[in-house]
């Protein structure tokens, strides 16, 4: 009974990149991207102006979409707007504060440093960046890099590592647990568990360009929903191609008006890379699914 529970909390989404461009399909169900591999090269944040910036970063906002990148592992970052509270400075300066929240969010989708360091360590990481925004660096920052730069890659993927692989091995208790509280789910060839909850009597997608209709609602297993579009009120219409692999299989198993949820290991989502700030690294998905409407091309 309390696993159910928590197998009922514990559900997910995201969105990214598609040829360069930004997709408008919300965040966990599109294909992941190619992951890369963390060099100490790429801690720098390009802006080509302050202003393509803010403009890029806003729209990744409204889309909830992101870039996958391997380091991008541990606790997820929930969709949902937060709420509001009282701003930190007067309004004249909080511009200077918005570029700052900017830059931290365009460094931390790439990188979940809350979760690969502790607060020692945290407190170490904003000194190195105080120091070279304020020009206040006691070294020369190039022998700092090429000293010390080997170290951060080693340092980083231990920890990668081993946080990897407890999301992954949480995930394979979660979808064994689920199996065990859901006698009729049924879990595929590929490993994606399909739970139907409503049976449907229209059309099935059948090929990767059919549309479809739908509401879903995700969360990690933690129970972390970091996309909904149940929660939006607005449902949303996608081909079958454009969205991950778990995505299109347990949808081609559904029929319209039918619901469902879907348990989506991470082979079949965003694997070891993950997706942006939404999708930790190895997490195992689950969505509630409800198909409304088939399209055929």
């Not at 380091?71 to 509001?84: K, L, N």
């Not at 929660?231 to 454009?242: A, L, S, V």
């Amino acid at each position: 009974k309390n696993y159910e529970t928590e197998s009922r909390r514990g559900q997910s989404i995201c969105l990214h990149h598609k040829n360069g461009e930004l997709e408008t399909i919300p965040t966990t169900i599109i294909h992941r991207s190619v992951g890369t591999v963390f060099r100490v090269a790429e801690m720098k944040v390009n802006m080509s102006s302050v202003a393509a910036l803010m403009v890029a970063t806003t729209s990744r906002a409204v889309a909830f979409s992101t870039r996958a990148a391997l380091p991008q592992i541990a606790r997820a970052v929930t969709a949902r707007p937060m709420s509001s509270g009282p701003m930190p400075y007067d309004e004249d300066k909080m511009p200077i504060y918005a570029l700052g929240v900017n830059i931290g969010m365009q460094i931390c989708s790439q990188t979940n440093f809350k979760a690969l360091l502790d607060e020692d360590e945290l407190d170490i990481l904003l000194k190195g960046f105080s120091d070279i925004v304020k020009g206040e660096s006691s070294t020369d920052p190039m022998v700092v890099l090429s000293t010390h730069g080997p170290a951060v890659n080693k340092l980083l993927s231990e920890r990668m590592e081993g946080i990897l692989d407890r999301a992954k091995k949480d995930g394979d208790e979660f979808m064994a647990g689920f199996l065990d509280c859901n006698e009729e789910a049924i879990k595929t060839d590929s490993g994606l568990i399909y739970y139907s909850m409503t049976e449907g009597t229209g059309e099935s997608p059948s090929d990767k360009t059919d549309e479809v209709e739908v509401h879903y609602h995700g969360t990690l297993i933690d129970g972390t929903v970091f996309d909904s579009s149940v929660d939006r009120g607005t449902t949303i219409k996608f081909k079958i191609g454009q969205v991950i692999q778990g995505w299109q299989e347990g949808l081609s198993m559904m029929k319209e008006g039918g619901k469902a949820t879907l348990v989506i290991p991470p082979e079949l989502a965003y694997g070891d890379a993950g997706s942006g700030g939404a999708v930790p690294a190895g997490a195992t998905l689950k969505f509630e699914v409800e198909l409304f409407k088939v399209t055929k091309a």
